[in-house]
């Protein structure tokens, strides 16, 4: 995340793996607050990408029939390497070597990928035997701790529009999707959250994905909301969201986190989520206490030892169950900020997208940030 005095303030990260889907943020939401670095006028955000995986070795190929332009850096007279769709030219694979990355029969600190002209292109990276992604802007690949870092720069609104796109389903109600845009692009405006990079493609910062389609819905919700920020006290807020909120919101004092002069994120109610009740059930081993309900650094710290889906949402009822805790909840995530259950099913009902982001966030307003 990136945040500023009008929220938490958090403590720029070196690259982390998330905490999972449905513990979004909330992990740097209860950290202790730390100033960092004021947001950049943002048309160009660096996102590190797929470190989850801890990558060794890496795939990088052009996307359709796009040209590649790969250059050593770091060192004067280094070698330049081209990806197309010709055969024999279509993919490279990178892997580190202690402080080195390697590119086929090269070595170099780090390599820049761009197009021929050394602007933004459309190209995809793998990870072999995990996961394929496509990416649109300037790749940067090098070594830390025997692995390799990736870093895409890519334009804010491609950005806002892959996270959309990731954390949406793209036939949502087009007003709920600018609502989630607008809220996304908000996050990515308010300060960043890495030292390395601005965010990770993680739920840690922001989930990501790759752009959709020009003609997508999300697409288009992006394009109308272009600019668009919530602003709290003149300053972008670093918008918080949650899957389901079980019928109502939470301020940061009812998951345990003092918002000092930052915006509180008022508990509201959410009509969508007390008509569409939603029930998860599981069992967790014994522990020393019973998980405490509504408690989120607890949340987060039996989720990773039992798994994210044993306890996927902040309000739970407990009861001892032979040996174990048998755990039941009407939520999904930390249940603070906009809920993206109810947001659908406000915009379903004819809200608009304004109507549903001055609902979740109140006294807060629209700003337009170029």
């Given at each position: 995340?990136?945040?500023?005095?009008?929220?938490?303030?958090?403590?720029?990260?070196?690259?982390?793996?998330?905490?999972?889907?449905?513990?979004?943020?909330v992990l740097?939401?209860?950290?202790?607050?730390?100033?960092?670095?004021?947001?950049?006028?943002?048309?160009?955000?660096?996102?590190?990408?797929?470190?989850?995986?801890?990558?060794?070795?890496?795939?990088?190929?052009?996307?359709?029939?796009?040209?590649?332009?790969?250059?050593?850096?770091?060192?004067?007279?280094?070698?330049?390497?081209?990806?197309?769709?010709?055969?024999?030219?279509?993919?490279?694979v990178f892997?580190?070597?202690?402080?080195?990355?390697?590119?086929?029969?090269?070595?170099?600190?780090?390599?820049?990928?761009?197009?021929?002209?050394?602007?933004?292109?459309?190209?995809?990276?793998?990870?072999?035997?995990?996961?394929?992604?496509?990416?649109?802007?300037?790749?940067?690949?090098?070594?830390?701790?025997?692995?390799?870092?990736?870093?895409?720069?890519?334009?804010?609104?491609?950005?806002?529009?892959?996270?959309?796109?990731?954390?949406?389903?793209?036939?949502?109600?087009?007003?709920?999707?600018?609502?989630?845009?607008?809220?996304?692009?908000?996050?990515?405006?308010?300060?960043?959250?890495?030292?390395?990079?601005?965010?990770?493609?993680?739920?840690?910062?922001?989930?990501?994905?790759?752009?959709?389609?020009?003609?997508?819905?999300?697409?288009?919700?992006?394009?109308?909301?272009?600019?668009?920020?919530?602003?709290?006290?003149?300053?972008?807020?670093?918008?918080?969201?949650?899957?389901?909120?079980?019928?109502?919101?939470?301020?940061?004092?009812?998951?345990?986190?003092?918002?000092?002069?930052?915006?509180?994120?008022?508990?509201?109610?959410?009509?969508?989520?007390?008509?569409?009740?939603?029930?998860?059930?599981?069992?967790?081993?014994?522990?020393?206490?019973?998980?405490?309900?509504?408690?989120?650094?607890?949340?987060?710290?039996?989720?990773?030892?039992?798994?994210?889906?044993?306890?996927?949402?902040?309000?739970?009822?407990?009861?001892?169950?032979?040996?174990?805790?048998?755990?039941?909840?009407?939520?999904?995530?930390h249940g603070?900020?906009?809920?993206?259950?109810?947001?659908?099913?406000?915009?379903?009902?004819?809200?608009?997208?304004?109507?549903?982001?001055?609902?979740?966030?109140?006294?807060?307003?629209?700003?337009?940030?170029?």
């Amino acid at each position: 995340m990136r945040m500023t005095s009008n929220a938490l303030l958090f403590k720029p990260q070196r690259f982390t793996c998330g905490i999972g889907r449905f513990g979004l943020w909330v992990l740097a939401l209860l950290l202790p607050a730390m100033a960092v670095s004021p947001a950049r006028a943002q048309q160009e955000i660096r996102f590190g990408v797929l470190g989850l995986f801890h990558p060794r070795e890496m795939v990088l190929e052009p996307e359709g029939r796009g040209v590649l332009s790969i250059t050593a850096q770091g060192e004067a007279g280094g070698p330049a390497l081209v990806l197309n769709d010709e055969p024999g030219h279509r993919q490279i694979v990178f892997h580190a070597e202690e402080a080195r990355v390697v590119a086929g029969t090269h070595s170099a600190d780090s390599w820049l990928v761009t197009s021929r002209g050394g602007g933004m292109v459309a190209f995809q990276l793998i990870v072999p035997g995990k996961l394929r992604r496509t990416y649109v802007g300037r790749l940067t690949l090098e070594a830390q701790n025997g692995e390799l870092l990736a870093v895409v720069s890519m334009e804010r609104e491609t950005a806002v529009a892959s996270i959309v796109a990731a954390e949406m389903v793209g036939n949502s109600p087009i007003e709920a999707l600018k609502a989630q845009a607008v809220a996304t692009r908000s996050f990515l405006t308010a300060g960043q959250r890495h030292l390395d990079f601005d965010f990770c493609d993680t739920t840690h910062c922001q989930f990501l994905k790759s752009p959709p389609e020009p003609t997508s819905q999300v697409f288009q919700a992006v394009e109308a909301t272009r600019g668009l920020v919530i602003a709290y006290r003149g300053k972008p807020l670093a918008a918080m969201y949650s899957p389901r909120c079980g019928g109502r919101t939470h301020s940061l004092r009812d998951v345990g986190a003092d918002p000092g002069s930052g915006y509180p994120y008022f508990a509201v109610p959410c009509v969508w989520c007390r008509r569409h009740p939603f029930t998860w059930q599981s069992t967790i081993g014994k522990s020393a206490h019973a998980p405490e309900p509504g408690n989120e650094r607890e949340r987060i710290a039996q989720a990773r030892q039992w798994g994210w889906s044993a306890i996927p949402g902040s309000d739970f009822t407990v009861r001892d169950d032979n040996g174990g805790w048998r755990l039941e909840g009407h939520s999904v995530g930390h249940g603070v900020g906009m809920c993206q259950h109810g947001a659908v099913g406000m915009a379903a009902a004819g809200n608009n997208f304004r109507e549903i982001l001055s609902h979740y966030y109140p006294n807060t307003l629209l700003l337009l940030q170029p």
